[in-house]
C-alpha cells in the first residue's frame, strides 16, 4: 500500500471537529469550577453578611468588574491556546486595558494621600490573606479547567497552563468580591491582581505536565 494510500485509509473515516465543540468543553469546565469555587467558599469564608447593600455602592462593582472583564479575556485566551496554529496576543494583549486602568485609578488615590492613608489603602485589613484566599477559591477552578484542556489539542502547554490558571483566578477573584469588604482601588489593584498573578504561575508550572499528551 503507497503511503498516499495508507492516509486516505487512515483518515477516511475521520469527521472534523465541530467549531462549537471547543466553547462548549470549556463552558462545562468553566461552569463546574464556579460552583466548585462558590460552593467552597460558602462553606469555608462565606459571603459578607452586608452584602446587599454593598452592591448598591459602586466600590463592590469596580472589583466586581475589574476581575469579570479579566475573566472574560482570560476565557477567550484559553479558547484560543486549547487549539493548535491559532493567535492568541491580541487577548493576552487586551488583558494589560483592565489592568492599567486600574493602576491609573490607585495612582490617582495614592497621589495626593499622606503615608498612613496611603498605608490604609494599600493593606486595608486583609492584605495579608487577600490573594492567598484568591488562589484557594481557584483549586475547583483549575481542576475543571484542566480537565477541559485535556479533552482539546493545546500544544503550548505551558502558556495553556498559564491561562488556565489566568482564568480561574480571575473567576476565583469574582467570586471572592462577595466575601470581601475591601472597596478602594488601590487594594483591588495590587492584592486581587497579585491572587491572580499568582494562580497564573501556578498554572504555567503545572501546564507542562499536566496537558501532557
Do not use: N
Not at 467552597?40 to 459578607?48: E, Q, S
Not at 498605608?119 to 481542576?143: E, N
Amino acid at each position: 500500500m503507497q503511503t498516499d494510500e495508507l492516509i486516505a485509509h487512515l483518515s477516511g473515516e475521520l469527521e472534523p471537529v465541530r467549531g462549537t465543540e471547543v466553547a462548549r468543553i470549556l463552558a462545562a469546565g468553566l461552569a463546574l469550577g464556579l460552583m466548585g469555587s462558590a460552593l467552597l467558599m460558602a462553606l469555608t469564608i462565606g459571603i459578607r453578611p452586608d452584602i446587599v447593600p454593598a452592591m448598591s455602592g459602586g466600590a463592590f462593582w469596580l472589583k466586581f468588574l475589574y476581575t469579570l472583564v479579566v475573566t472574560v479575556l482570560g476565557l477567550k485566551l484559553v479558547e484560543r491556546l486549547s487549539r493548535p496554529g491559532t493567535e492568541a496576543r491580541w487577548p493576552a494583549l487586551l488583558i494589560a486595558v483592565p489592568v492599567l486602568a486600574l493602576m491609573g485609578m490607585m495612582a490617582m488615590q495614592m497621589m495626593p494621600a499622606d503615608s498612613a492613608t496611603r498605608h490604609a489603602l494599600l493593606m486595608g485589613h486583609s492584605a495579608d490573606v487577600c490573594s492567598v484566599l484568591i488562589a484557594g477559591l481557584a483549586l475547583p477552578l483549575f481542576a475543571s479547567l484542566f480537565w477541559s484542556l485535556r479533552r482539546l489539542a493545546p500544544t503550548r502547554l505551558t502558556e495553556a497552563g498559564a491561562a488556565a490558571g489566568l482564568l480561574a483566578g480571575s473567576a476565583a477573584a469574582t467570586i471572592y468580591a462577595f466575601h470581601c469588604t475591601e472597596s478602594t482601588a488601590t487594594f483591588i489593584a495590587i492584592w486581587y491582581t497579585a491572587g491572580i498573578a499568582l494562580t497564573t504561575l501556578m498554572g504555567a508550572a503545572l501546564g507542562r505536565f499536566v496537558l501532557r499528551w
